[in-house]
């Protein structure tokens, strides 16, 4: 009969208590630091037979004029060719087209046709410009005059070496619409986290790209070595890099690809993310005192382990009882990652908040509070990604005449976290693919 009398005179002389752990460490000045790996993010970019061919005839002139020696004379001729066709051989790009040529001699002009095949080998150099090098024409006819007059065949060479240096001049800029799929790459994505300010972007820090492949067209792996991240509060620079140069490397991993963005949040803005769980700032955690309620949650760093500090105040009526909580606990454990969702499974109250909680143990139950506490603070980091994954996929899908370029997320899934002095670091693994095809023959959707 002597417990509820002792409980009633602990509880008038802590219904106001204060601390019961020792204070929150100073906080530690700077950003928090996600020091990203380097990740690759790989996109299979064809260049289409129909769009060579059309770019070869649009930069080769389908006729022109020259002039020859005949008999201590300057004599005319003009020539006229079909558009080229666009095949492929081993390796090599094949042209063949066939020139009408007419030719003005001292009695009368004549017409010949000659057939010309060009032999050349495709390379994109640095500045993103498709090339025609080693370039190898062939002339034939099955014109007799052709065959029967040696200044008709000095014309025919002649047509020959000029569509052969248009070719060597010949430039298929790419760079416009991998500019725009960098740009959009690079552009910061908001990340939605209540008062929380977060943003996730990517540092292009090179562009890679693997040999070619002659198939129906030019196809190649290219890809951007990226620093991805995402920082609590957003720390993207406002505007980015220019687009690196191209570097032709042996090989570049194909198909699908990850790439793991560590998220690196201050406790402070963490905090605020932490927050949401509460209603008006209160969190009512035990049906059996419906008005105890837990307020101002705070998030540091101790030792390796998370400790979440709670204030917890409201009436206690109960058993005869009628006292005020009002104070601050504690309680401690390590941050761990669970379908997407970090959590801290081994929540334990400090010893200091549970021999006080012991101490109150007619009045509330701390086992109870540690339970519902380990369900009420956890991050669902997945959840708020889809948005992220969302967004990427809708960014990185787009078209216009120069290419167009389809990506998409196909998984994300939280790896790992790890408590810092002054931030905790969670490794998010992104797995995607991409393609593009220049030039654009109709817009993705």
């Not at 059309?54 to 930069?59: G, L, R, V």
């Not at 060719?81 to 492929?88: A, L």
């Not at 020139?99 to 010309?116: C, E, Q």
């Not at 401690?332 to 929540?347: A, M």
Request: with cysteine.
């Amino acid at each position: 009969m002597r417990t509820l009398p002792v409980a009633l005179l602990f509880l008038t002389a802590c219904s106001s208590f204060g601390a019961v752990y020792p204070p929150k460490p100073p906080a530690v000045p700077g950003p928090a630091v996600s020091d990203p790996p380097p990740s690759r993010v790989v996109t299979h970019v064809t260049i289409t037979r129909e769009g060579l061919k059309n770019a070869i005839d649009q930069n080769v002139p389908a006729k022109d004029e020259g002039t020859f020696d005949l008999l201590r004379s300057k004599r005319k001729y003009t020539w006229t060719r079909t558009p080229f066709d666009v095949s492929f051989m081993q390796g090599r790009i094949v042209l063949t087209t066939h020139v009408t040529a007419n030719i003005d001699l001292p009695v009368s002009s004549v017409d010949v046709g000659i057939d010309l095949k060009v032999l050349a080998e495709p390379v994109i150099s640095g500045e993103y410009k498709v090339k025609l090098q080693s370039t190898e024409v062939k002339v034939t006819s099955e014109d007799r005059k052709v065959k029967i007059a040696d200044h008709v065949a000095s014309v025919t060479d002649g047509i020959a070496k000029e569509i052969d240096a248009k070719l060597k001049d010949f430039v298929y800029d790419v760079k416009p619409p991998l500019e725009e799929a960098y740009a959009r790459l690079s552009k910061p994505i908001d990340i939605p986290l209540g008062d929380a300010k977060g943003c996730a972007f990517m540092k292009v820090v090179s562009i890679e790209a693997g040999p070619t492949v002659i198939a129906d067209g030019l196809e190649k792996d290219v890809a951007l070595v990226v620093e991805p991240q995402v920082t609590i509060p957003c720390a993207a620079p406002e505007t980015p890099p220019p687009l690196p140069p191209f570097q032709n490397v042996a090989q570049v991993p194909s198909g699908p690809f990850t790439v793991t963005i560590p998220v690196a949040a201050r406790w402070e803005e963490l905090q605020k993310a932490m927050g949401m769980l509460f209603t008006d700032g209160k969190y009512f955690f035990s049906p059996e005192y419906p008005k105890l309620y837990l307020s101002n949650p705070e998030i540091y760093e101790s030792q390796g382990q998370v400790v979440v500090k709670v204030h917890l105040e409201g009436p206690v009526h109960k058993m005869g009882i009628d006292a005020d909580l009002n104070g601050d606990i504690f309680l401690s454990g390590h941050p761990t990652v669970t379908d997407n969702e970090v959590s801290i499974p081994d929540l334990e109250q400090t010893v200091e908040t549970k021999n006080f909680f012991l101490s109150l143990k007619a009045v509330a139950d701390g086992e109870k509070l540690r339970d519902q506490a380990r369900s009420a603070l956890k991050l669902d980091i997945g959840e708020r990604l889809r948005a992220v994954k969302d967004k990427v996929s809708s960014d990185m899908t787009f078209g216009n005449p120069g290419g167009c370029f389809k990506g998409e997320l196909d998984r994300i899934e939280v790896t790992s976290a790890h408590a810092h002095g002054s931030y905790l670091r969670v490794y998010v693994a992104v797995t995607a693919h991409a393609n593009a095809n220049m030039p654009c023959t109709s817009p993705p959707h």
